[in-house]
């Protein structure tokens, strides 16, 4: 039973906060306006989307202005839970009784607090191995891990991100890029799976020779009558010089090598996927197909490379498609990432950065006539 003062001061607290609550100081564009510095901060330290804090924030606050975020500056609707020292806010949720609910100095340090929530509990911790640019993929898990009780939480969180665009944060940073002087390079290997040998990220030396296993998976491709031409050279340095069989990994994507003979229609084929959707995971037109030994993926690649490399220094005729290619990121990702559109090419010597963000193009080569 609760004490009649407990009661006295639940009440009291209450009534302020109906107040507060009934002239909201916020809209969700403010709110957004306000935090969202806060997000993509916090985003660059854990991996945690911004968008997703946002929305969440959005959600959970009443988007500023819900008694918890008022009086306790409370944005999550983060719960005392067990070892929490600090101040506390009692309030009836969904529950028959009142929750103890944390209370911090300010909304800033609710955004710190929600980041420490999510990394230091291990329901959460396959969220992490998502790209921070995939908010569905976070807000369907934040669901299945029990964050909260609502059957369209997942739901009401990418609504809120797709209305207010809220993704384009997550392409943002708040990090300092810092350039340093050019070092001798290093080889950059593939990510690889069981005993598939590595492979040398092309523009480095050649690996060892290893001995090569049998695919588990992909049969023999026969040559088709399809004619696709993709325009520039036949072969890229940033591919291997030499075929090697099997499925490998690559930026956390499954991935082939293109042989002499393979089309996508080959490729599709032999490992059971739709002719369509390897067109599209490969970020190819109708019309277009494959170049030499270059890495074809059987899921969609990835947001940012999630190498060390931080940037791509573009060599000879390198296209922006063979460059998203080679790191297993999207092609459109790569060219809103460095203020880019369809068709620009980089030119020889520029810097493509492979994540985060930047507010400068690249100088572009001129075009060809009839390219």
Known sequence: ??????????????????AAFGNLTH?????????????ITEMDKSGI?????????????SFGNSPLAVDGKNHFGIKCHKG????????????????CFRVY????????DHTNFLT??????????????????????????????????ADKLIRLIDRYELYRYDLMTNQFVIVEKEKSPKPIFTDFVESIPVIVLPEFDEPQDVETPEPAVRPETKPTTTS?????????????????????????????????QDTPESIAEAQGISLGNLMAYNDLQPGESLILHQYVYLEPKRSEYRGKKPFHKVKDEESMYIIAQSYGVKLDVLLLRNQMKRGDEPAKGEKIYLRGAIDKQPKLRKRHKGF
């Open 105 to 112: 100095c300010s909304p800033e340090e609710s955004y710190v």
């Open 1 to 18: 039973m609760l004490s009649n003062y407990v009661k006295l001061c639940l009440l009291a607290a209450m009534l302020v906060s109906q």
């Open 228 to 260: 696709y031409t993709i325009k520039g050279k036949a072969t890229s340095k940033l591919f291997p010089k030499t075929y090697k069989s099997g499925i490998f990994t690559h930026n956390n994507a499954k991935m082939v090598i293109a042989s002499a």
């Open 49 to 61: 989307p911004a968008s997703i804090k946002l929305s969440q924030g959005i959600l959970e606050s």
């Open 120 to 153: 230091g509990r291990s329901r959460y911790a396959s969220l992490f191995e998502l790209a921070r640019t995939d908010y569905v993929g976070w807000a369907r898990g934040l669901q299945r891990a029990g964050y909260a009780t609502a059957p369209d939480y």
């Open 84 to 99: 929490w020292s600090g101040t506390t806010f009692w309030q009836w949720d969904d529950e028959a009784k009142p929750s």
């Open 27 to 39: 809209t969700i564009e403010s709110y957004i306006e306000k935090y969202h510095d806060i997000a």
